[in-house]
């Protein structure tokens, strides 16, 4: 059941469900709610949200829906392993990106993403994009260089660049990740794109070389340019990522 320590929830008063999926999912996938432990009956939670029965139920349909929640006969709603959950689902990614929470693991699984599909997607991108994606990549990429010392907007235009590559692949496959991972990417890379100096005489640099092998359709030139690139944001990251402590065993 629901630890008595657990932080009391606020009425929700506008927007009912988005909001109590928004507080449900955001404790389970942060780990306030853990895999196999039972919500409190639908008694219980109509009067700690003060909403509804139709929006209750809605909201954990949807919860449902995303893999994070079980409904048994008898037993009542269980939180579901983490094996089970929607992954890629971008609301799940955006409740792992609690500002307020440590970087753990996700970003290193969202790294191993990335090498595994954006050097293929860059050749891709060489090989079949149309005019127009490369265009988009040019625009994304001038967005960086014109961005200058404005670190957020570094990474607005660095976010949509990788987009745009992703997108000149064309492979419909990749724009469901590409969307997925958006806000995965945007926490990554404000770690990564902190410092102006290094954005301006590291990454710029990098992209360009991106950029360059890309519309000149190198096919080869643009996988190992976005493997160098994806080599230098792991240096980055690891080096300046913290990381939760590690836990002590537990004596038996």
Partial sequence: MMSPDHPAAL?????????????????IVRGRLLPGETLPNEE??????????????EALNVLSAKG????????GTIVRPRSDWSQLDPAILGWR????????????????LRRII?????????????????????KAYEAMVV???????????????HIACLRAARNEFLLPVAHAIRASLVTSMRI??????????????????ICDAILARDTAMAREAMQVHLDDTERRRTALAPRKPARKAVKR
């Fill in 68 to 75: 994070l929640l079980d409904a048994k006969p008898r037993r």
């Fill in 11 to 27: 009425p929700l008063k506008r927007n009912l469900r988005e909001q109590l999926v928004e507080q449900l999912g955001g404790d």
């Fill in 147 to 161: 961005a200058g010392n404005d670190v957020p907007a570094f990474v607005a235009a660095d976010v949509l660049f």
């Fill in 44 to 57: 219980k939670l109509l009067s700690r949200y003060d909403v509804s029965r139709t929006v209750l139920r």
């Fill in 97 to 112: 990106d609690d500002p307020a929470e440590p970087i753990d693991d996700n970003l290193d699984h969202l790294m191993e």
């Fill in 118 to 138: 954006e050097p293929a997607a860059a050749e891709l991108a060489a090989r079949r994009g149309t005019a127009e994606d490369h265009a988009a990549i040019v």
């Fill in 192 to 209: 990564t794109n902190r410092d102006s100096e290094q954005n301006r005489t590291v990454t710029l640099p990098l992209h360009k070389a």
